[in-house]
């Protein structure tokens, strides 16, 4: 069955960085949509970047800049590459998958089928 396995997180300063990884396993990578979400205590799960089967991504407006999505396929993961990290970045990130190659909203969190545990991001100023 599809796993995914978040890594990475941890605590930083404001301005620092860190990089998330997502390990999966049980499908064809390459195939599948991926994304990473995160979600805040008492807000909503939200959209932070995607990447199509094609190599196409997409990333919300609060984060355009110093947020990039990438993906090794030989590797069979996926990677958030985090820079400027703001206190308002503080959240669970979570990794999802879905098997269909396109996705009409790829922020949407209704669109995955498939969620990793997550891995706590804490930003502090």
């Known amino acids: 069955q599809v796993q995914l396995v978040e890594s990475g997180g941890g605590s930083v300063q404001s301005g620092g960085s860190l990089r998330l990884s997502c390990a999966a396993s049980g499908y064809t990578y390459s195939s599948y949509c991926m994304g990473w979400f995160r979600q805040a205590p008492g807000k909503e799960r939200e959209g932070v970047a995607s990447i199509d089967s094609d190599g196409s991504t997409s990333y919300a407006d609060s984060v355009k800049g110093r947020f990039t999505i990438s993906q090794d396929n030989a590797k069979n993961t996926l990677y958030l590459q985090m820079n400027s990290l703001k206190p308002e970045d503080t959240a669970m990130y979570y990794c999802?998958?879905?098997?269909?190659?396109?996705?009409?909203?790829?922020?949407?969190?209704?669109?995955?089928?498939?969620w990793g545990q997550g891995t706590q991001v804490t930003v502090s100023s």
């Open positions: 999802a998958a879905d098997e269909r190659w396109l996705l009409l909203t790829p922020l949407s969190f209704r669109e995955y089928n498939y």
